[in-house]
């Protein structure tokens, strides 16, 4: 009984709950930063001008849920098709690339969607715009530093920073 017992239980990653506590650590400074982010340029927005103090408020309140929520998607699809059960410890480059890769690929669609289509929101002239796919700067900005230092925060590493690295950095 104690073999089978001992070949139940989980290994590694798995069995401390590291992944956990780095997921926990990730979603709390992307719900975070996101807030500040939000309220930070909302100024480039033209709801800046037009909008009252509530309605600002519950903007940049209402952006950072869908925020949370896009982050949640983005990294759970990416520990789904990449991850390891010994993740973070395994693989955190390719979860970090992927989860950015699809935040930043939802960012777009949804300005377009917004901004051109639906007609939602609109961008004031200070607000830089990316030529081409005539998407923000500050968007995209957002959607690429919040989750790289998010990581950064979750895991204890960087990008492309391996495991031995950090520990030597401890």
């Not at 927005?45 to 209402?62: K, N, P, Q, R």
């Not at 990294?75 to 950015?100: D, M, N």
């Not at 007609?119 to 990316?130: E, H, N, S």
Request: charged letters at 15%; aromatic letters at 12%.
């Amino acid at each position: 009984m104690t073999a089978m017992h001992s070949r139940l239980e989980p290994c590694g990653a798995l069995a401390s709950g590291e992944w956990l506590s780095a997921l926990r650590r990730y979603m709390i400074f992307i719900a975070a930063a996101n807030l500040i982010w939000e309220f930070a340029h909302i100024p480039l927005y033209t709801l800046w001008e037009t909008g009252s103090a509530d309605e600002i408020v519950f903007a940049a309140v209402h952006c950072t849920g869908g925020d949370i929520l896009i982050a949640l998607s983005t990294v759970i699809l990416a520990l789904f098709l990449l991850g390891s059960p010994a993740w973070p410890a395994v693989r955190t480059g390719r979860v970090v690339v992927l989860t950015v890769t699809l935040g930043l690929g939802y960012t777009v669609f949804s300005e377009w969607l917004n901004i051109e289509v639906r007609q939602a929101w609109a961008y004031r002239d200070l607000m830089p715009v990316i030529p081409v796919i005539d998407t923000g700067l500050s968007p995209v900005l957002q959607w690429i530093i919040i989750p790289l230092a998010a990581f950064r925060f979750a895991t204890g590493r960087w990008l492309g920073q391996g495991r031995t690295a950090a520990i030597a950095d401890a």
